[in-house]
């Protein structure tokens, strides 16, 4: 028993309850980015590995998540483009990184318009 409660925390860093229901919200309401990504890497379509969406990580949310590769990819909206909105980004990348996870940022304008680039850019993290 204690083995999956040690998995469990490892997997979501100690995410409260309440970032469990907001992150199940945010599946519910997904953008249209998110969805069209969400599409290319479900059912372990990138060299087979497992992705999750809105997957809860400590006190942040992350767009998706392979615990496999220890990997977060995130996917941008226009307001991360103001620089409090950045300020904000890097403290959270930071703060992801320090738990041992990468990170990487893709715009919606580069799920849109070039997803074959972005899952490219995806598989050069697992090399």
Same mark, same amino acid.
């Given at each position: 028993? !204690?083995?999956?409660?040690?998995?469990?925390e490892?997997?979501w860093k @100690?995410?409260?309850?309440q970032?469990?229901?907001?992150?199940k =919200? *945010?599946?519910?309401?997904?953008?249209?980015?998110e969805?069209k990504?969400? *599409?290319a890497v479900k !059912?372990?379509q990138?060299? @087979?590995? #497992?992705?999750?969406?809105?997957?809860? *990580?400590s006190?942040?949310?992350?767009?998706? %998540?392979?615990?496999?590769? =220890? *990997? +977060? +990819?995130e996917? !941008? @909206?226009? %307001?991360?483009?103001?620089? $409090?909105?950045q300020?904000?980004? =890097?403290?959270?990348?930071?703060?992801? $990184?320090f738990? @041992?996870?990468k990170v990487?940022?893709f715009?919606? !304008? /580069?799920?849109?318009?070039?997803?074959? /680039? +972005?899952?490219? #850019?995806? =598989?050069?993290?697992?090399k």
């Amino acid at each position: 028993m !204690d083995k999956n409660k040690n998995q469990s925390e490892n997997m979501w860093k @100690g995410a409260s309850p309440q970032i469990f229901s907001n992150a199940k =919200k *945010l599946r519910e309401n997904q953008t249209e980015a998110e969805e069209k990504f969400w *599409l290319a890497v479900k !059912d372990n379509q990138i060299e @087979g590995y #497992k992705f999750r969406r809105q997957h809860p *990580l400590s006190i942040y949310i992350a767009d998706f %998540y392979c615990h496999a590769l =220890k *990997l +977060v +990819v995130e996917i !941008d @909206g226009e %307001y991360h483009l103001s620089e $409090e909105q950045q300020l904000l980004d =890097k403290k959270r990348t930071s703060d992801i $990184e320090f738990q @041992g996870l990468k990170v990487i940022r893709f715009t919606n !304008d /580069e799920i849109m318009s070039n997803l074959e /680039e +972005v899952i490219d #850019k995806i =598989k050069s993290h697992i090399k």
